[in-house]
């Protein structure tokens, strides 16, 4: 029972314009949302997290958005650059016990210049 | 600072053999994670410590992985023997606690690549 889905594996977008990357959730558990970047042969990078009780941050060209109701959060990216080009993963920890993280399978961003 | 440190980059064994993962994390970063991360997956955690002590091991395929970290500093994940399934990029992450209501970033070392044949 996947409890973090990304249901677009890829996304192309021109450079300059804005990326949207979308990610669902089941569990009311998860305290904080949080967004990993990774590029090839390389480990997962943090990007942008958000508590719970908020519904936006923002860090420069990247802004997260979260919808509770809907269980729902995005990630905004604007302007994309092609050097943002990587796999997205979408995670959410666990509010209780160990606050182990669950990630989404990913999507893969492609800028195009 | 040094980020988090995995050995070997990649691993090419046949099935039944055994292996071994060795990570060494962030100095002074408390909690060490393992995560398996399968081909078009998202890192799934294995097994979590606390300094030397594990927090959760609940997705851990115990009859055949085992994780210690002695000392509280490095840790190494064993796979024995290994089955075809368990081809996958193995990473190791590390933060300062786990626990609480910030957020601790978690720091993800580059992976070893298992390919089991």
């Known amino acids: 029972d996947q409890q973090v889905k990304q249901n677009s594996p890829s996304l192309s977008v021109q450079e300059g314009r804005i990326s949207i990357l979308n990610c669902d959730y089941t569990?009311?558990?998860?305290?904080?949302f949080l967004w990993y970047k990774k590029y090839p042969a390389e480990g997962p990078t943090f990007l942008i997290s958000?508590?719970?009780?908020?519904d936006k941050n923002e860090d420069g060209r990247f802004t997260v958005f979260l919808n509770k109701s809907a269980k729902h959060l995005s990630l905004h990216i604007v302007p994309s650059q092609p050097g943002d080009s990587a796999v997205y993963f979408c995670?959410?920890?666990?509010?209780?016990?160990?606050?182990?993280?669950?990630f989404g399978k990913g999507t893969k961003l492609s800028v195009i210049p | 600072e040094a980020g988090v440190a995995q050995s070997p980059r990649y691993k090419i064994i046949e099935k039944r053999q055994s292996v071994a993962f060795w990570c060494n994390p962030i100095?002074?970063?408390?909690?060490l994670y393992w995560y398996q991360q399968i081909l078009g997956q998202g890192p799934k955690l294995l097994i979590q410590?606390?300094?030397?002590?594990?927090?959760?091991d609940s997705q851990l395929p115990k009859d055949r992985f085992s994780a210690e970290r002695l000392k509280g500093v490095d840790s190494t994940l064993k796979i024995q023997p290994a089955k075809l399934e368990d081809s996958a990029v193995y990473l190791c992450?590390?933060?300062?606690?786990?626990?609480?209501?910030?957020?601790?970033?978690?720091?993800f070392g580059p992976g070893t690549r298992l390919t089991v044949l």
């Open positions: 992450a590390s933060s300062l606690v786990a626990s609480g209501i910030i957020w601790n970033e978690q720091f």
């Open positions: 958000i508590s719970s009780i908020k």
């Open positions: 569990n009311s558990m998860f305290d904080y």
């Open positions: 410590f606390q300094n030397n002590g594990v927090v959760d």
């Open positions: 995670g959410a920890r666990s509010g209780a016990g160990s606050y182990q993280l669950t």
């Open positions: 100095s002074g970063h408390a909690t």
